[in-house]
Every structure is written in C-alpha cells, then in structure tokens.
C-alpha cells in the first residue's frame, strides 16, 4: 500500500514541471458569462477552417454512418486511407502513417526517439504541443530562435546541437508567424545533423512547397500533415506522419497502436478526399480572405499584419495586446494573444475565416482600438 502512494507521489512530483496545453476561452463559457448564445459568438483562436462547408462535412459524416459496422474494429479501412491520402499528397502508401491528429503522432514521434536526458531542438517562436511531448519523455525541450525575418537560421540549429540531441522540430509554415521556412536551409540541416527532422506541415495546403517529395530521400526527415485544417475536420482528429518506407513501416508495425483512428473517421476521411474540388475551392477562398484580412488590418491606425501563408494572421498592435484581446472578448470574440514574438512586442492572432466573421471581427476591432 505504501509503495503505491510513493508510486503516485513520484508522478505528482513529475506532473508538476510539466505544462498543460491551454485550450484557450471555449465557446460556451464565453456565450453563458455574456449571456449570448453560442452561435453569436466568433472563435478565431484554433485555425480551424470554416470555408469548408459544413452541410458537406455532414454529409460525409452521414454517409460514413450509415456504411459503418461500429462493432467491427477499423482494419483495411486505413489502408485505404493510407493509399488514397498518400494519392492526394504524391507519396506512396508505403510512407504513411495515419494516428488520431497530428498531435497523437508528435507523441508517438517522441516516445520513438527520446529517452529520458536527451535534448530535442525547435525553433523558437513555435507550436506550443512540441515542447509538451518531449518534456512527458524527460527530455529537455531547447527553442532556438528564428532569425528577425521569422527565417529559420540552421546554422544556429546546428550550433545548438550536440551529441544528446535527437530531434529537431521545424513547423513550415510555422504557427504563430505564419512563414514558410526555406526549403534549402532545411535540406542543408536534415544532411548535416545526425538526428531525426520533424517538420511540421499543418498550414502547407495553404501556401504550397511542402517537403513530402524529400521524406523518401532522406532517411532522418518526417513530415506531419493534418486533416484538421485543409479539411476542416479538427473536431474528426485525423492526422499524418510522411517518412521514408521503411521507418514508416516500424511506426505503423512497432509503435501505432493498432486501433487508433476511429471507424466513422477514417469512412468520412475518404469521402471526402473523393471531393478534391470543394477542397480546392476552400483554399482559393482562404488565400482571397487572408490577402483582405492583411490589406483591412493594414489599413488601422496602430496595426501591423505579418505576411501569411496559413489560414491565420499574426498582427501587432500598438497598445497591450492582453488587453485587445480581453476587449474582444467582451464583444462575443475569440481569438489568440500571443504577446512578444522575437522583437515585436503586443502579438495577436486570428483565423481567417468567411467574409462576413472577418468583418465582425475587424469592426470590433477598429472600435477597441479607436
Ligand atoms: C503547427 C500545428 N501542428 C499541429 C496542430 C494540431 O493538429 P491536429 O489537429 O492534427 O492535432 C496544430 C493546431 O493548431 C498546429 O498549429
């Protein structure tokens, strides 16, 4: 008995210096402490993808229920929704791993390659999931800074590297400041360092370049891809590892457990890649949206949009961005503050969403900031 809660006492201890993933304010609590309903309320704070339309999505999903057997464990499905994403994105099957979101893979990643003591890199400012993987490993998490541009400096990476290093994680483009990272300088640090490279590539339908073509290639590089945003299915949590064949093999035989993904969600997944065309649409519609978003946001006094190849804007603000976004709030908006990113100080983000939300949200914001 007293072993026990020694036991659980040690994961206390261990529990403390980990961080938790803040999901930020949540449509509900937000509707019910303003005493509005839910659907007046604007989230712009997770880079989801409302242009997919929604009617669609249901439709899918519908179909997806209707030829699924729930008592049956997903088996060839994912096969086939290995073979028809690896179309989709030119790789073979071979290469891909499916989990539940991207998130669920960055942890499998960790859990593969670092023990307790080893160091992984990742280039500061980033996606805040990295840093919580490996720390659950007992590894130490190390940012390297971009460089001022937000362009990724690998020599610094490979300065910062030492023989306990065993993962560089690199997010193209990156999340929060919305670049694309050069596609040489990753070349150059998947060649000269000895570890694994994990790009992150969640943001890359919106912006093109991706770097799948390179994972055959070279053996150290793994790519991440995601179903939550091109899709617009993050509430379905369907994510991807591209690697070369055969660690892919190892993860999918060796490590994935082997129910992971759900029935219903792998089905719609593959329904859905059959309708390329609304999903090409809706990227047409986020870049159109994305450039006016920038141009209005421009236009304020005292407001600096950065350039983006995501589905989301980082801009500053010339006041405290806690507050901008605290105001927001109040109006029934959500979106992100992300405070000082390198030498700019008062950083905020939003999604860029349909027309008529962005112009909610602009007047809003015009008004907090008048
Ligand atoms: C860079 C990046 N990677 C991964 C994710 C999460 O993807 P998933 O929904 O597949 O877990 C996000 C979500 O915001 C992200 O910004």
């Given at each position: 008995?007293?072993?026990?809660?020694?036991?659980?006492g040690?994961?206390l201890?261990?529990a403390r210096?980990?961080?938790?993933?803040?999901?930020?304010?949540?449509?509900?609590?937000?509707?019910?402490?303003?005493?509005?309903?839910?659907?007046?309320?604007l989230?712009?704070?997770s880079?989801?993808n409302?242009?997919?339309?929604?009617?669609?999505?249901?439709?899918?999903?519908?179909?997806?229920?209707?030829?699924?057997?729930?008592?049956?464990?997903?088996?060839?499905?994912?096969?086939?929704?290995?073979?028809a994403?690896?179309?989709y994105?030119?790789?073979?099957?071979?290469q891909?791993?499916?989990?539940?979101?991207?998130?669920?893979l960055i942890?499998l990643?960790?859990?593969?390659?670092?023990?307790?003591?080893?160091?992984a890199?990742?280039?500061?400012?980033t996606?805040?999931?990295?840093?919580?993987?490996?720390?659950?490993?007992?590894?130490?998490?190390?940012p390297v800074?971009?460089?001022k541009d937000?362009?990724?400096?690998?020599?610094?990476?490979l300065?910062?590297?030492?023989?306990?290093t065993?993962?560089?994680?690199?997010?193209?483009p990156?999340?929060?400041?919305?670049?694309r990272?050069?596609?040489?300088?990753?070349?150059?640090?998947?060649?000269?360092?000895?570890?694994?490279?994990?790009?992150?590539?969640?943001?890359?339908?919106?912006?093109?370049g991706?770097?799948?073509?390179?994972?055959?290639e070279?053996?150290?590089l793994?790519?991440?891809?995601t179903?939550s945003?091109v899709?617009?299915?993050?509430?379905?949590?369907?994510?991807c590892?591209?690697?070369?064949?055969?660690?892919?093999?190892?993860?999918?035989?060796?490590?994935?457990?082997?129910?992971s993904?759900?029935?219903?969600?792998?089905?719609?997944?593959?329904?859905?890649?059959k309708?390329s065309?609304?999903?090409?649409?809706?990227?047409?519609?986020?870049k159109?949206?994305?450039?006016?978003?920038?141009?209005?946001?421009?236009?304020?006094?005292?407001?600096r949009?950065f350039?983006s190849?995501?589905?989301?804007?980082l801009?500053?603000?010339?006041?405290?961005?806690?507050?901008?976004?605290?105001?927001?709030?109040?109006?029934?908006?959500?979106?992100?503050n992300?405070?000082?990113?390198?030498?700019?100080?008062?950083?905020?983000?939003?999604?860029?969403?349909?027309?008529?939300?962005?112009?909610?949200?602009?007047?809003?914001?015009?008004?907090?900031?008048?």
């Amino acid at each position: 008995m007293k072993r026990e809660k020694r036991i659980i006492g040690n994961v206390l201890n261990e529990a403390r210096r980990l961080s938790s993933y803040d999901v930020g304010e949540t449509i509900e609590r937000l509707a019910q402490r303003l005493n509005k309903k839910p659907s007046e309320i604007l989230k712009l704070n997770s880079n989801e993808n409302f242009f997919v339309p929604l009617e669609f999505l249901r439709r899918m999903l519908r179909e997806a229920v209707e030829e699924a057997d729930p008592r049956i464990y997903p088996r060839d499905e994912i096969k086939d929704l290995r073979r028809a994403y690896g179309e989709y994105i030119g790789v073979s099957s071979d290469q891909i791993v499916i989990g539940t979101g991207s998130d669920q893979l960055i942890d499998l990643v960790c859990r593969i390659f670092l023990r307790r003591g080893d160091e992984a890199l990742a280039i500061s400012p980033t996606f805040s999931i990295y840093r919580r993987c490996v720390e659950i490993q007992g590894a130490v998490y190390k940012p390297v800074s971009l460089r001022k541009d937000f362009s990724l400096d690998d020599a610094a990476m490979l300065n910062a590297s030492s023989s306990k290093t065993k993962v560089i994680f690199l997010c193209s483009p990156n999340n929060p400041t919305a670049n694309r990272l050069e596609r040489e300088g990753i070349m150059r640090l998947t060649e000269e360092f000895s570890g694994l490279v994990a790009v992150d590539e969640a943001y890359v339908d919106f912006s093109g370049g991706s770097l799948v073509d390179l994972a055959e290639e070279f053996e150290n590089l793994i790519i991440f891809r995601t179903f939550s945003k091109v899709f617009g299915l993050a509430g379905l949590r369907i994510g991807c590892v591209v690697a070369n064949a055969e660690l892919a093999k190892i993860m999918n035989e060796k490590f994935q457990m082997p129910y992971s993904v759900s029935l219903i969600a792998i089905k719609a997944a593959l329904k859905i890649l059959k309708h390329s065309e609304v999903i090409y649409s809706a990227i047409c519609e986020v870049k159109r949206e994305r450039e006016r978003l920038i141009r209005e946001l421009n236009s304020i006094n005292g407001v600096r949009a950065f350039n983006s190849e995501t589905n989301f804007v980082l801009f500053k603000v010339n006041r405290s961005s806690q507050s901008v976004y605290r105001r927001l709030l109040e109006k029934g908006i959500i979106i992100r503050n992300i405070g000082r990113v390198l030498e700019y100080e008062n950083c905020l983000r939003v999604t860029v969403a349909p027309t008529p939300m962005m112009n909610k949200f602009l007047s809003a914001l015009r008004e907090t900031l008048e």
